[in-house]
């Protein structure tokens, strides 16, 4: 089954403890990105990642480290959490970037839904 | 500014009656893709339509249609004969090619059906 796979889905961790949220996905898809949800800010692109080793900042990328070692792994890392970072993170990936449905179309994974206290 | 707006936190409507959902964009970038999701109590984000900024027609799958006016830079969902599984949030985003590839979400708009 074609998916997104994000782990752990849930987690709740303390400050300053570092932790890594993992993403992988099975359709040999180019892109990947990483998007946290607030209430009332929608989704925010954190970062993303056009190919094996090439990621670029989003909106919000500071606290967050990412790496794309393999095409199919995309690793979201927070070196040192702070509760500020307590959100929903997504990850999601897409075929490609040319034009048309087939290549902009993202699949999410089903969320990670953090908590640092 | 922002890149993305929607300005409707939250709308009903009747079931099966038909409800847009408003979404306008700002960018500069000639070249840029239109997308909305939806999202569920559940929380799985779903795509719903994407519409390409030369594509000529305004793009449709299924009960959805996108309302593309580039001018006014504006990219409405329409939802025609709404089924109570309508009910979520719905996202618009916009991706921008020329300058980085990066993703724009708007704040989001919850739709309730009513029986």
């Known amino acids: 089954e074609a998916q997104v796979t994000q782990n752990p889905r849930y987690l709740i961790t303390v400050t300053g403890k570092k932790l890594t949220v993992t993403c992988s996905q099975n359709?040999?898809?180019?892109?990947m990105s990483w998007y946290r949800q607030d209430p009332g800010l929608g989704l925010r692109q954190i970062y993303y990642?056009?190919?094996?080793?090439?990621?670029d900042k989003g909106d919000v990328p500071e606290g967050y480290k990412v790496s794309r070692k393999e095409k199919r792994n995309f690793p979201l890392i927070l070196e040192s959490p702070s509760p500020n970072q307590t959100s929903l993170y997504f990850c999601?990936?897409?075929?490609?970037?040319?034009?048309?449905?087939?290549?902009?179309?993202?699949?999410f994974g089903p969320g990670t839904r953090l908590t640092v206290l | 500014a922002q890149k993305i707006t929607q300005t409707q936190p939250g709308m009903f409507v009747q079931e099966k009656e038909a409800v847009t959902l408003d979404c306008t964009y700002d960018?500069?970038?000639?070249?840029?893709?239109l997308f909305w999701y939806k999202q569920p109590s559940s929380g799985e984000m779903i795509f719903l339509i994407y519409?390409?900024?030369?594509?000529?027609q305004n793009a449709t799958e299924g009960r959805y249609s996108l309302n593309f006016q580039k001018a006014r830079k504006s990219a409405n969902l329409v939802i025609s004969a709404s089924q109570l599984g309508d009910s979520a949030m719905y996202f618009c985003?916009?991706?921008?090619?020329?300058?980085?590839?990066?993703?724009?979400f708007g704040t989001g708009t919850s739709l309730t059906v009513i029986p």
């Open positions: 359709m040999n898809h180019e892109y």
């Open positions: 990642s056009m190919n094996v080793e090439v990621t």
């Open positions: 985003a916009m991706r921008e090619v020329d300058t980085g590839n990066q993703f724009y």
């Open positions: 960018t500069s970038d000639p070249s840029y893709g």
């Open positions: 519409q390409g900024s030369y594509d000529q």
């Open positions: 999601a990936s897409s075929p490609g970037l040319a034009g048309g449905r087939s290549y902009n179309e993202q699949f």
